[in-house]
């Protein structure tokens, strides 16, 4: 089991979606489980793609996370929530942002600088 760190971007995203706590907690605790689970999404850097079912949906109609998983010594992070029926993937600058991002993270994490993740700017 991994640690868990969500992103101000995943938690407007979720918000945005209308998730629960209980929708979110169950995400986190199957990809702590599950962490190089889903598709590595080219041009990110590593970002991953997984998706779960959303009320009454079903996977196919549900949500889309997007996380990052650095290794077992850095947590998984949970990037972006992408609801399937406002679109379907990111676009290639979303993912060419993303993997500028990613660059660094589990590296600055690394070195302890836990405190990058506030400044993470919105731009999925």
């Not at 605790?29 to 080219?42: H, I, T």
């Not at 996380?67 to 029926?85: E, N, R």
Request: charged content about 25%; overall charge neutral; proline content about 2%.
């Amino acid at each position: 089991m991994h640690a868990v760190l969500t992103t101000p971007t995943f938690e407007t995203d979720a918000a945005d979606a209308g998730l629960t706590d209980e929708e979110i907690q169950a995400m986190s605790a199957w990809l702590s489980e599950n962490p190089q689970a889903g598709d590595v999404m080219s041009g990110t850097g590593g970002a991953r793609k997984v998706r779960f079912a959303g009320k009454g949906k079903g996977k196919s109609g549900g949500y889309r996370t997007i996380h990052y998983y650095g290794g077992d010594d850095v947590p998984l992070f949970l990037l972006a929530l992408i609801d399937k029926g406002d679109r379907a993937n990111l676009t290639k600058a979303e993912r060419n942002a993303l993997a500028v991002e990613l660059s660094c993270l589990a590296d600055d994490y690394r070195a302890g600088v836990a405190a990058r993740l506030t400044t993470l700017k919105r731009r999925i």
